[in-house]
């Protein structure tokens, strides 16, 4: 089967976010997205409030950071680590400790549903088989408590997507967000396929926040 096929590998999740960006049905579930600056971190927390960094090449979850502005300054969460800042620059210094050693994103950040007090996200698994593209998986993520990663790497629960809609937004919302996390899916394919040709796995990553919209995180070339 073409799905037994390694296909090709896109590891920038900038190359990937921008092409998605490109088509108007789905750049509006794309949070807010750009390259790590200084300047850009700085005007994302003053318009959003809290960010996510994350490496242009990585998986797993790994070297993502959460970053947050308040009242008191700033402070940012790595894994279960907390660290406050009086002031933006000492914020800035600290991150380059990751920030200097490769190329990061930033993203807004996405107050998401939760399970339990856990944050749930989701993962499609689209193939190319002979029969064309076919959906592989569609399960739900639960964050490791005190983490807001929801990698199974980092600890995270895995459950079927319907068992984590029902349980973070109620029963109502399980047929309507399955549906349109396929439908994005599909259409967020073509694209990808049309820009770089002989993709033939894909992993979304979805996030829906607690006013129930579905939120593109990102999208991996080597699915797990």
Not at 73 to 100: C, E, I, M, P, Q
């Amino acid at each position: 089967m073409l799905a037994d096929l390694q296909g090709r590998q896109l590891a920038s999740k900038w190359a990937k976010t921008e092409a998605l960006l490109s088509h108007p049905g789905i750049a509006g579930h794309i949070p807010p997205t750009s390259r790590y600056s200084v300047e850009q971190l700085r005007r994302m927390l003053a318009m959003h409030g809290m960010v996510v960094l994350k490496p242009v090449v990585g998986s797993g979850g790994y070297g993502i950071i959460k970053v947050m502005r308040s009242g008191l300054g700033y402070s940012y969460v790595h894994k279960r680590k907390t660290r406050h800042f009086a002031t933006f620059d000492a914020l800035t210094n600290a991150l380059r400790g990751w920030t200097s050693k490769k190329s990061y994103l930033i993203q807004k950040g996405i107050w998401l549903a939760t399970v339990n007090g856990r944050p749930i996200d989701y993962r499609v698994k689209y193939v190319k088989s002979w029969n064309g593209w076919e959906f592989r998986a569609l399960v739900g993520r639960i964050a490791n408590p005190g983490l807001f990663v929801t990698n199974l790497s980092q600890g995270g629960t895995m459950v079927l997507a319907g068992e984590g809609i029902r349980a973070s937004l109620g029963p109502s919302h399980v047929k309507d967000k399955k549906k349109k996390m396929k439908d994005l899916t599909a259409l967020a394919t073509r694209v990808l396929v049309q820009r770089y040709p002989g993709l033939t796995q894909l992993g979304f990553d979805y996030g829906i926040d607690r006013q129930g919209k579905i939120w593109l995180f990102e999208v991996n070339t080597r699915p797990h």
